[in-house]
């Protein structure tokens, strides 16, 4: 395994509709596990493939439940919404207001090859409806509500008093 460069906003790679992938080689799969390696380096809780600049219809998502690997994934129902900060590793120290569905389901293809569903509510639809909009060469700030802001660290010295 080995961690990929992260492109950040500007790079044209994150416009780009990605091509879906028809056969899972070696090759897509050294990318998964660059692109988690690269995730979790990176203290995200998603990577889409476009982000280390390689135009493929894959996501990694890990919100802190385990790795969820999508393969040409698709949203097949949402519903709901759910408003508030949402950041991007392509866009480092930076968060903004966006509305999303509150509840999503997805379909896949898995690592084996197997069509997959998968339902998220609140942070995991957030993610996958985020990760979902880079495959088609979209970033969170072209729906951000009002201002992008510097990203509010969490720092465990601080959590202590609460
Ligand atoms: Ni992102």
């Not at 950041?87 to 090859?113: E, H, I, M, W």
């Amino acid at each position: 395994m080995a961690t990929r460069e992260i492109r950040v906003m500007g790079d044209e790679c994150l416009t780009k509709v990605c091509r879906p992938v028809t056969e899972i080689t070696p090759r897509i799969e050294q990318l998964i596990e660059d692109m988690l390696e690269t995730m979790y380096e990176a203290n995200g809780v998603g990577l889409a493939a476009p982000q280390v600049g390689v135009l493929r219809r894959v996501v990694v998502i890990d919100i802190g439940d385990g790795p969820i690997v999508m393969i040409n994934p698709e949203i097949i129902e949402e519903s709901g919404s759910q408003t508030g900060d949402e950041g991007c590793l392509s866009l480092p120290g930076k968060a903004g207001q966006v509305t999303r569905p509150n509840y999503v389901k997805a379909r896949f293809t898995d690592v084996d090859g197997e069509l997959y569903e998968i339902e998220g509510e609140e942070l995991l639809a957030r993610a996958i409806c985020h990760e979902l909009d880079h495959l088609d060469g979209h970033m969170y700030v072209e729906k951000v509500e009002g201002e992008i802001h510097d990203m509010q660290y969490a720092e465990p010295e601080e959590e202590v008093e609460e």
